[in-house]
């Protein structure tokens, strides 16, 4: 008989603990992990994992479609895509948005067109050079290049830190492989009552890159519920 999905997160919980023990305690006497360690450490990733597995079975097929679907590009991304890209073909000086650059920077980072994005940053700045997202997608920019520790300072001139700058600053730990300020900071987001659906989702996949798929497929059920 297969575990419930109570027991499922018990293990789960006490995986966790156990992790962060070994973590702790290198950390502590500020040293890498031993040999043992690493076997201990491994194992109990990979048992995490089998968890994983247990209770994606159980889930709700439609839940983790809706889960999968929100990194997928919507029709007015599309839209939006094609009128830019029609503008630059012709040379023609078209009013965007800052949301909208914002948006067609975080797409051409995505699919890793670094110059295109620097492009997109160049015309945000030339329509909307005082608005507080320029210095946002700067540091979007710099992650997109792999330039994290750059991008790290970069975000300590953000003045209003809303949910939106906390998980570019859960994306900055994660690129620089800060997994438990990431995981720490995501989880924040999630349990705080004013958290919009989309960044849920987004906090939701920060964990997931962490590594901690376990907890954030509880957290998923959990807010898809709600």
């Known amino acids: 008989m297969g575990k419930t999905k109570k027991e499922i997160q018990m293990r789960h919980n006490e995986i966790l603990v156990e992790l962060d023990k070994i973590e702790e305690l290198a950390k502590r006497e500020n040293r890498p992990f031993t040999d043992d360690e690493v076997k201990k450490y491994d194992s109990l990733i990979r048992e995490d994992n089998r ?17 999968r679907e929100q990194k997928s590009k919507n029709q007015q991304l599309r839209e939006l895509l094609k009128k830019y890209e029609q503008a630059k073909a012709m040379n ?17 980072l995505y699919n890793d067109k670094c110059d295109e994005a620097q492009e997109i940053l160049s015309t945000a700045k030339q329509l ?3 608005t507080p997202e320029i210095t946002k997608m700067e ?36 690129s620089l492989k800060d997994f438990k300020r990431a995981r720490d900071i995501a989880l924040e987001i999630i349990q705080r009552k004013d958290t919009e659906q989309e960044q849920l989702y987004e906090a939701l996949e920060v964990m997931l890159d ?5 907890e954030a497929l509880f957290l ?3 807010g898809l519920s709600i």
């Open 210 to 214: 962490c590594g901690f798929a376990l």
């Open 51 to 67: 968890l994983h597995i247990e209770i994606q079975g159980m889930l709700d097929e439609k839940q983790m479609e809706t889960f």
């Open 220 to 222: 998923c059920e959990k």
């Open 139 to 174: 540091i979007r920019l710099l992650l997109g290049r792999g330039e994290a520790k750059a991008a790290l300072k970069q975000f300590s001139k953000i003045e209003f830190v809303d949910n939106d700058a906390r998980l570019l600053q859960a994306e900055i730990f994660l």
């Open 128 to 130: 909307h050079p005082s």
């Open 92 to 108: 023609m000086h078209t009013y965007f948005g800052i949301d909208e650059l914002a948006d067609l920077l975080s797409y051409y």
